[in-house]
């Protein structure tokens, strides 16, 4: 099979929609008024066998906001130093670090021959959020995202894994997880991109996909 097959397969395995995995650190719970500290994401590919897998990652520091709130226990729990001199250095305003993951999302979207991205995420709903009340602010015309469906993989790793936190999921399905690197938007995001692949892997090597496939074949 050609590279170009291979990358029709992952279109049509998601209805032309680009799996994307985002994940978010965050100053508190409330995406209207809490800062976003780093954000990361995970484009995916497909092999000519099927076999999802991670592409390439891209995550930043974030400048918060004007105005928005940061909570010491969101930081406690993080372990982000927001005084941190090589934070400050590299740390970009949102509106920059939403364009720079935007951008090759995009690119990933044309090349894989989707139509949009769709958002993968541990608990999907809350990075789902932050991300659309980001690009709200910043006044994002194109969002590549779909703006509310999304895959999430807390509630998938439940019903295959029997998991729904991230490091025990991970270690479910034989990912290392690294609790010392967690919390961190890069770490996190890597860790949920393999766990959403091996869940996608696991059940077309159960059949699912391709007997699905094979279904609406023969109904067509």
């Known amino acids: 099979m050609t590279e170009a097959n291979a990358q029709g397969l992952l279109s049509q395995r998601f209805r032309s929609f680009l799996p994307v ?19 990361a994401a995970v484009t995916l ?9 991670p592409d390439a990652t891209y995550a930043f ?36 670090a939403l364009g720079e993951i935007f951008r ?8 894989e021959g989707c139509t949009r991205a769709v958002l993968v995420g ?14 709200n602010r910043c006044g994002i015309k194109r969002n590549p ?18 998991q729904t936190v991230l490091a025990r999921a991970c270690r479910a399905a034989g990912i290392d997880f690294d609790n010392a690197a967690a ?13 959403f692949c091996a869940i996608v892997n696991r059940f077309k090597d159960l059949g699912g996909w391709d ?6 074949g023969m109904e067509d």
């Open 145 to 162: 995202f779909h703006p509310f469906s999304s895959f999430d993989t807390a509630s998938l790793a439940g019903l295959v894994y029997g």
């Open 45 to 53: 590919t497909m092999d000519a066998q099927g076999n999802l897998m």
């Open 61 to 96: 520091h974030v400048e918060p906001f004007e105005g928005a709130n940061i909570d010491q226990a969101a930081l406690d729990f993080t372990g982000i130093d927001l005084d941190n001199p090589l934070r400050r250095r590299v740390a970009k305003a949102e509106a920059d």
């Open 211 to 216: 007997l699905a496939q094979r279904e609406q």
């Open 122 to 135: 541990h608990n999907a709903a809350f990075d789902h959020g932050f991300l659309n009340a980001a690009v």
């Open 21 to 39: 995995v985002v994940d978010l650190e965050t100053g508190g719970f409330n995406a209207e008024r809490d800062a976003i500290l780093e954000i």
């Open 183 to 195: 919390h961190s938007a890069r770490y996190d995001t890597e860790r949920t991109a393999e766990l």
């Open 104 to 111: 090759p999302v995009r690119k990933a979207i044309k090349s």
